[in-house]
């Protein structure tokens, strides 16, 4: 069976680094688009950015990029997400997840997600 | 950045239908995707490519797409199918960006 599994929770005081991650299970991640989606305290999806793996490719949502960093190590079969400053508005479930895709081109794709780990609760908080 | 237009809330009573709506110019072009969010849980794929339903996923989830408004049909609601629903497309400028719409919670009475 196909599951993501991510880090535990974590807690940080602000202006502090954290990195979480995702493991697969069930499958090489190194074949698909994995991402992160975050969710604020009753707030809606948040789609952070995605990474491929085996050719170490990201791309970030304008809302995220240059806030978070994704990568990948592609011998460990892990993603991860970082902080170097973490604030407190920032604290949030995140969700790593597997995207599908489809598409007869490069430039007629299409993104969705097939696979949801758990989330990671993260709290910052002084 | 690109946007995608869902009603707050639905409500319906058990055995009704109900409908969501999700409203956005690049859906002319894009395929949606709709998910379903249960309190402490992860969302999970409900609809894909506007009306394909994914294995496992009730007969009574359906979708349907004209111009830019695709809608989540829920025939027969029952007091599970209380969440909150999610639609996601892509952004119109760049294909690879995922955009999800703010969400609706659909409340059976």
């Known amino acids: 069976e196909v599951h993501l599994v991510q880090s535990g929770a974590e807690a940080r005081k602000p202006g502090e680094s954290l990195k979480i991650s995702c493991e697969a299970s069930g499958f090489n991640l190194n074949n698909y688009w994995i991402g992160w989606v975050r969710q604020l305290p009753g707030k809606g999806l948040d789609w952070m950015g995605m990474v491929f793996p085996v050719e170490s490719n990201v791309t970030y949502s304008p809302s995220f990029q240059g806030h978070v960093t994704i990568s990948a190590d592609k011998s460990l079969n892990i993603v991860f997400l970082q902080w170097s400053s973490l604030k407190a508005s920032e604290t949030a479930i995140y969700y790593c997840v597997r995207h599908g895709v489809f598409g007869s081109s490069a430039s007629d794709l299409y993104f969705y997600i097939d696979v949801w780990g758990k989330g990671t609760a993260v709290t910052v908080s002084s | 950045s690109y946007e995608l237009t869902q009603p707050p809330s639905v409500s319906v009573s058990p055995g009704q239908t109900a409908k969501i709506t999700c409203t956005g110019d690049a859906l002319t072009k894009q395929y949606a995707f709709w998910y379903r969010q249960k309190p402490g849980q992860a969302p999970v794929l409900v609809i894909y490519k506007d009306t394909e339903r994914p294995s496992g996923v009730p007969e009574r989830f359906s979708g349907s797409s004209s111009e830019t408004t695709v809608t989540l049909i829920i025939s027969g609601v029952q007091a599970e199918d209380e969440a909150d629903y999610y639609c996601?497309?892509?952004?119109?400028?760049?294909?690879?960006?995922?955009?999800f719409g703010g969400g609706t919670k659909l409340t059976v009475l």
């Open positions: 996601q497309s892509a952004d119109n400028i760049n294909t690879f960006h995922v955009v």
